[in-house]
């Protein structure tokens, strides 16, 4: 028995579904269960061998000791070429931060913001740690509605009409963890000329998976519009596009008020970004491009596969959003509620997903299904589902 007394806001702090889905599926494995994994949101891919190769030359070159708390000169410059030549935007390294992967710009973004009285708007369904950080913070969450009518697109209007005069900060995501979707041009537009009336509320675009669109579709970065430049966070990073997940190696672009007080946050919280590291993703931002682009092309053959046979299943359908590495079902159809589906599917047939109810409320009724496995486990999982159903 602990005599240790905690803090009241630890109560308040949120997880990772999908992370404890795969400690359950490999705990089942480990018993001799074949289990095919659709749960956890990760490249299957390995890093590829010039961007490896890179962090093991780093070491050997002596790169072991601190660098700067926002990251080297040179990784961030590299930062800047890539965003100028993908978004055709201009960034100052000066305001790009390099972190340890896609969660501590989230983390800094809400605590930069959040306090009680304040209230922060974040995607629903979306990725749990936004919800998650932002009670942790004290300040009052607002769930902006992904709904599948609109391909699990934002609404502007919508997000507008929530807006207060206690809103701090507003969360997006395109494309979008769980959901997929993708949301238009047409409807940033409208969002970006609506926040000139509202000068207070600052922004983070979630664009972590940028470089993974499908069906035509192209990226809309929100450093497009200079216009919110000057209260823009924009979160990007290479634990997906390189297969890179476990490197933890990310960035964001902060507006000039904002950059001195995350980079005090970086120096409280982890210091530096490890060297080799960032020396990887150097390679990884001015090397070639071709295992990005097979990869990104494999997904989307996968895709037309695992949202055909989802569709064939009987009790769910998908739609076809087009983004990331997700696809995110109706299963209302089954008469299961998502966490049953998660769970049935888990134990009976095998087959790894995450409960839609794990990225919000809003998310019943629907589960995520990573496509980030080989096609061949894919049509072996919808047949799997397919006997239980």
Request: aromatic letters at 8%; one cysteine or more; glycine letters at 10%.
């Amino acid at each position: 028995m602990t005599g240790m007394i905690f803090a009241d806001s630890l109560s308040r702090l949120g997880t990772e579904s999908a992370f404890m889905v795969l400690a359950r599926a490999q705990k089942l494995a480990a018993q001799g269960k074949d289990i095919i994994n659709l749960g956890i949101g990760q490249p299957d891919f390995r890093t590829p061998d010039h961007i490896v190769e890179a962090g093991i030359k780093a070491l050997r070159d002596g790169h072991h000791g601190y660098t700067p708390a926002n990251g080297i000169p040179a990784l961030r410059e590299a930062v800047a070429a890539d965003l100028n030549a993908r978004h055709g935007v201009e960034v100052n390294p000066d305001n790009v931060v390099v972190v340890p992967g896609g969660k501590p710009t989230m983390f800094f973004a809400v605590m930069m913001f959040g306090q009680p009285g304040v209230e922060i708007m974040y995607p629903n369904p979306g990725f749990p740690i936004y919800e998650s950080v932002i009670r942790y913070s004290g300040a009052t969450p607002v769930p902006i509605s992904l709904e599948e009518k609109n391909g699990f697109a934002f609404s502007a209007e919508d997000v507008l009409s929530k807006i207060t005069d206690r809103t701090r900060l507003i969360i997006i995501n395109s494309p979008a963890n769980p959901t997929g979707g993708v949301t238009p041009k047409e409807e940033i537009d409208k969002l970006v000329a609506g926040l000139l009336d509202h000068p207070h509320v600052a922004l983070m675009s979630d664009e972590i998976y940028s470089q993974m669109l499908y069906g035509g579709r192209e990226h809309v970065s929100l450093l497009q519009y200079p216009e919110i430049r000057d209260r823009l966070i924009m979160l990007d990073g290479w634990s997906k596009t390189y297969a890179m997940t476990g490197w933890r190696l990310g960035y964001a672009v902060w507006p000039d008020a904002a950059v001195d007080h995350v980079t005090r946050l970086c120096i409280n919280d982890h210091s530096c970004v490890n060297a080799p590291t960032q020396y990887a993703g150097l390679a990884a931002l001015t090397g070639p491009q071709d295992a990005v682009r097979d990869m990104v092309a494999q997904f989307d053959a996968r895709r037309e596969v695992i949202v055909r046979e989802l569709n064939t299943l009987p009790g769910i359908s998908c739609t076809d959003c087009g983004g990331a590495f997700y696809a995110f079902p109706n299963i209302t159809g089954t008469g299961l509620t998502a966490k049953q589906a998660q769970d049935r599917f888990l134990d009976e047939a095998g087959v790894a997903t995450v409960a839609g109810t794990s990225f919000g409320a809003r998310g019943e009724g629907y589960l995520r299904f990573s496509y980030a496995n080989s096609t061949e486990n894919i049509l072996e999982a919808m047949a799997r589902i397919r006997k239980l159903l």
